[in-house]
């Protein structure tokens, strides 16, 4: 282990790191105080100090260092009162798009969407689904053709969160219908403002609009916007879907943190609704729960350093089934209450919380749990191939032209 | 000398007079009661329930089927009943059936009261002012009367009574409980909606402030009487449950035979064979359940109050189970407002509730069938 | 309804026959009284009479009737204190071999076998599993070669129960490799007391040999002890087995027989072993059981004219997950007790009682309830595809010649 | 400073150090511990035992991990111990590494007595003398003293007993529970032999008439150190109940990997995918948190008690679980004697039952985690 001297002590390469990280916190609070500064200013600010997100490079709001230090840049910030960049607007920009656009971008790609990403100016959204491409996904049939130095996109988008709010997108197009499916795909960054975006809200078995449907017609996509080689979208896009599970499964996070924690809550305050029966099927899934969250936790200490694998896979699983269990559990003991709504009017939420609202709006939320990112018949086949390494369905829709396969 | 049929026990089949009852039912349902006009409830646009139910009672005399012939009903048993619960759960139909022809019905039949002559007729009707998560076992009567006979009290989440225009109300007196009518719109009365998980069976608040009543069973009956009519509600909602099950087993295999994915039929991936496999074979076992339930409720077999509890212990957790893989084996889809998906998993998870829940029953075998629970807490710790 | 009239009242055609019977067990009786009859002539006597399986034809001791009047005449002989057939030593041979016999046999093979296996004079034992050919029946590989009248034989056999007790066999062997694998299959009746023929005990997980392995070296069966026609054997071979699973899963029992009957035992005998987890872990257990019964009853009362159809299979699923679910239980609520062992010495026992010796035994041995007889994967295949008509699985073994798959 | 570790919690990955110990262990136990020299003990033929032991206390040291290095041992911590856990677990080894390196030296450790040295240098191998099934929650003692100082009573189902030279007794007095060592051979002691579920941990039944002994704890002490003892040993045996749990599911892969059935492997369907799927979810899990009973165990963390309790309530039904899948899913050949998945079934399901079952283990939790039971039996009846 390397070793360096501060103010006179021998210190391990971490405290080292850490010691510049706070006095870089110092600097940026020193030039920019939170209480006079205005938000989006210092936030810029932020992000040119490489305190953004320190495992991003230098130059592109990081300074190439673990991610686990970014917790203590968030701690001492917050403690001075300092404004954040409210990411849950954000999440799928933060948690898929930047990742994805940082692995496979162009440096002009980095420069001109990362910062406005980080700071929440320019919020992002998904264009992957569709009615026909669910789960399989590579069989997307949205078609982008090549015009000159742009592409032209027509199609269908389906469960897209944020569309209404969004100024960009992550797109999975076809641009090649002559080669097997998985090779035909390429990925955009696609501007939601482009008149040929039409966004509709899609209402979901809980009354609410929380995702869209996106109508693409003729919209004109720069070639320098494409992400990653023509032909390789299908690469891009698994590499956005990892980050996405591990965003779903994999936080550390305190425990009864989640849904286990809204139905301890209701027990610990309803004594009146206990039985023996629904005390141990609480037990077991407090279990469960608990071992998921130290089981997450164990995963991103293994990945810390690293990239996410399918093990994220392994805890989305988890992640859904106790979600679910949980939220059915809380409307048998809640019994009478259990079976009253809150309001079924249709609205269109800008954040969603999947312990928010009622023990009805739970219950309902979290069957999506399992299907959004990846449903998780997907994710076992994921953990049985790439992590057990079982041999992998026979398929006849690998080798033929995507024109030529049966719907 | 021994009928043959007592080597297998009570006959589990449907008869040929069900079939027909059944496919009359379906028939009519198919063509109005469709999935959209259910849904349209949800937002309040609730048309659907007087026209609907003015058919089935009146047109096809289904609010008759328990009321006895002397009172013109059709003196029919709980087996014809259950195959009626059966259809309107497949279609998750907002009637009242269970409500009013059903359980109010069932308090009321040893009466012979006349308004069993309206009851029967579909002129009327009436629901048991309970709330519907109560269990026959668990029934305690909320309301009083005041000196000069007027009823006070609240009953929260009683079901049925939006639709009814008349309330079965279990009063408490010193002697014991007594059942009292009282009119809905009545002075007195107030009948307060309530935003219900399952919009198709939608919950009132009930508050009595003084109202009037006539007095239908007395003191020595009327415990009895919501008890078994309680008891034959949950009898009868296994086979409600066993129809939304079923629609949700049938739905699923019809769309995944058709849904391509990777270049195959979705249903015709192993994991997912299997997944249906077990739950045709719960759909099936349900089947039984139900059936067992309503024989023995139809021919007062003294393992009746068994049945119906094995029934709900069983057929409800189906029904959940089956809306939930209905809900994730249509992936995105089934989460959508627009499909039917989400109307029997509503359903399926208040039906859970409804006249006590699955552990409730099955605490109840425990003590039916002389399997005691432990009689102390943290006694073993081993 | 046929009516008839019987000592002056106006009978149903069913209480016309059971009145038949009645008079017909009387007439045996008189000329056979069991007090005083040899216990084999009795038997013999009875099957003479049509009183032995009265779902089977006139002359092969049945009487045409429905399979249900069954038990009215058995309780009449059984109050007389007649000797029965000692049916659980010759399970396979009434519940498989029998039926198997009777629908594709030629008449000399019925005149021939049925009567002895009825009486049990002679045992029968089936040998259709192979080490090869599980699950996947259709690969067996033992090879039947035809020499002029007789076949010779050559193969191994697994997991066959009383083959040291049997005289005689169900055989499904190879005839013709050069065909796809269901249509080279011939099935057979073999002379256990052949030279070529060795058994010996296989020793399973309770330390017992309930089964044995059959080696076949040149044994000598003549054409005549074919059933069914060369190249049928896969469809004999599945009629035995429809008859198996519904002998498994689909008999009228009353409440609380089987495994959850020695549970609930255990349970009522030691108030002291109970916990609210533990009552509850039963009584869920309970209704399953009782639920599978009635299901069973509903199966029995839907086939008791017909055959059995693929909802047997249905009925085994149940059957099996039960007895395994509460077996292991039983060893948690028995707790220490349920930590000992009665013997590990390695027996050959001639019957075999699932609930028989203690809690150990029953929660090893119920572990083979899901393998034996079709394996609980199969069945669900089964169930799926043959019930509720979902796609078979796209299979490369179905059109090759058997000899030229791959192993 | 924080040090970036406290934003993940506790560690919960192997060390180098445990990478290696666990490699040296395991080609050790692959060429000594065979399972047919395994399957060999249920008949009888125990020579398998005393040699392979030896090898492991004395040649390894693996009897001293826990013992202070003051005492002569490794003075290693419970992160150790666990690693040897799960290899020993691997390969169902029928060895006394838990009931003494573990249990018998958690018990003493305090005491400084010289009896560690023996123990640290596997040439004296103890066994506390209790129930296996007896959970740190429900201990109580049940040998008691006589006038004459000399021990009486019984105690059924005791662990490594058969293996032990020497009795680690727990024994009441009017001022608590003293801890008194017994050798196995003395006057007064009869030890006999149990056949047991897991013959590769065979109990023993042992009667104390008037035996001599050794006080090495005293009444002020001698309770929490049997609880602590039993704690650690619940806390340790989840990481046995991964070794299981991981040998059946990687016994599993590789036997459906090749095994073939309508010409296709079988681990190729869809789904048995899909269940080794989810098994290895579980298995990752059951990791995560024998990891975290080890981790709290060995750094005293208030936790502890917790983590203890969560291992058990999760991972005894994870090794159950995969014991099973793996006889069902290795089809007729996993019911063979000779096949060695029944060696890791019966150590399961009687590791289940060890130091308290999971329902136990959960009752326990909702003591500790202040999510309390219903107060009354049948309170709630709807």
Redesign the interface.
Known sequence: MTEDVLDGDVLTA??TA??KL?RRVERLLDAHDPATTDRLDFLRARFDAGLAWVHFPEGLGGRDL?R??Q??VD?LLEAAGAPDNDPRRNGIGLGMAAPTILAFGTEEQKRRFLKPLWTGEEVWCQLF?E?GA???LA?VATRAVRDGDTWVVNGQK??TSSAHTARFAILLARTDPDVPKHAGLSYFLCDMTDPGVDVRP????T?EAEFNEVFLSEVRIPDSYRLGDEGAGWQVANATLMNERVAIGGQ?APRESGMVGVV?ET??NR??????????R???L???A???R??G??L???V?HGQPGP?GS?MK??FARLA?QLS?LE??LL??D???????T?VRPDIVEFTGRDA?YR??RA??N???GG???I???I???R???????????KH?AWKD??? | MTPPSTSTGVNLLYSEVEDSLRQNLRDLLTVRCTPARVIAMYDGEGDLQPSLWRELSVDLGLAGLLVPEERGGAGASAREAAVVMEELGRFVAPVSFLTSAVVATTALRGTNHEILDGLGAGQRTAALTVPLHLSAFGFRAAVRMDGEGRLHGAVTSVAGALDADVLVVPVRSGAGVELHLVDVDGVGVTVETVTSLDMTRQLADIVFTGADSTLVVGADAGDAAVREALEVGAALLASEQLGVAQWCLDRLVSYLVDRKQFGRPVGGLQAIKHRLADLYVLVESARAAARYAAATAADGDPDREVAASLAQAFCSEVAVKAAEECVQLHGGIGMTWEYPAHLYLKRAKADQIAFGTAGAHRQRLGELVALNPATQIGLRHD
């Not at chain 1, 899609?202 to 078995?205: A, V």
């Not at chain 1, 004594?271 to 141990?280: Q, S």
């Not at chain 1, 259990?338 to 079924?344: F, H, I, P, T």
């Open positions: 971490d405290e850490l010691a706070s673990p686990d230090f917790p203590f701690d689904s009615p669910g789960s399989d069989a389906v469960w899609l209402r979901q078995l009354g550390a301890a027990w610990r004594p009146e609704l206990r039985t023996p029966e629904l005390h141990d609480l037990m077991t407090w279990v469960e608990e071992v998921a130290l089981t936790q164990r991103s200490q293994k810390i093990e392994a699983l988890s679910q059915g409307i048998e019994g009478e259990g079976l009253r709504y809150s309001s079924w249709m009805g219950y309902l069957k999506g399992s299907i959004e449903t998780s018949e994710l076992r086949n953990v049985a191939e992590v057990l390494g079982l041999p992998s369905e026979p398929r006849t829709d033929l396969l049966p719907r």
